[in-house]
């Protein structure tokens, strides 16, 4: 077990047990920036959608702590907990994302600077089914392995491993479409 690992139930412990009321705090920031990058990512980009659906988060996991049993990480968990947060939302929404609603953006001459890289980056999260744009967002932008991917989604990893490949595939072909190699 890491040392990490071990912090995260220490914490865990001491706000079921009401022993430190800072403990919860602790969590918060330890985790916040990678809640708050999941939902930009599945927002599109959405900084006051994702800081609400984050701060949501935490106060279901707030909430909910007592259930936690440490079968797996507590990142895993609150993962787990934001996934949910995002389909209640989508359900609550009825979300569609159209097709036609991607505007292709694109420098002169095929040169890409930051901003069009990231807009161009939305743009193809945007032709993803909300599973796939999951899939990809957990494991390429947040670098979680396919197991905990799977664990978070409720999903057999070969599900995932089919989600990722045809996000992978829609994506590059958008990209390669407006100018990216």
């Known amino acids: 077990m890491n040392l990490s690992k071990l912090n995260d139930l220490s914490l865990v412990a001491q ?21 708050r990058r999941f939902f930009l990512h599945q927002t599109l980009g959405d900084r ?10 935490f106060i279901k996991a707030y909430r909910q702590i007592a259930s ?11 993962y787990s907990i934001a996934y949910n947060v995002w389909l209640d939302h989508l359900r609550a929404k009825h979300q569609t994302i159209q097709l036609d609603e991607a505007l292709p953006v694109a420098s002169e001459e095929g ?5 069009d890289m990231k807009i161009d980056l939305y ?3 945007k032709l993803l089914t909300d599973t796939e744009r ?17 664990n978070i989604t409720s999903m057999p990893e070969s599900t995932v491993k089919s ?8 994506m590059a072909t958008y990209l390669k479409q407006h100018g990216y190699e």
């Not at 006051?48 to 988060?57: A, I």
């Not at 936690?68 to 609150?78: G, I, N, V």
């Not at 989600?163 to 829609?170: A, D, E, N, T, W």
Request: with cysteine; proline share 1%.
């Open 123 to 125: 743009e193809a999260l």
């Open 15 to 35: 706000v079921i047990a009401g022993a430190n009321g800072r403990a919860f705090e602790l969590l918060v920031r330890k985790y916040q920036g990678q809640v």
């Open 134 to 150: 999951t899939c990809i967002t957990l494991f390429y932008l947040d670098d979680l392995p396919i197991r905990q991917v799977a």
């Open 163 to 170: 989600h990722l490949s045809r996000g992978k595939q829609k």
């Open 111 to 115: 040169k890409h600077n930051a901003v």
């Open 48 to 57: 006051m959608q994702s800081d609400d659906l984050s701060q949501e988060t």
């Open 68 to 78: 936690f049993r440490s079968l797996s990480s507590f990142q895993t968990w609150l």
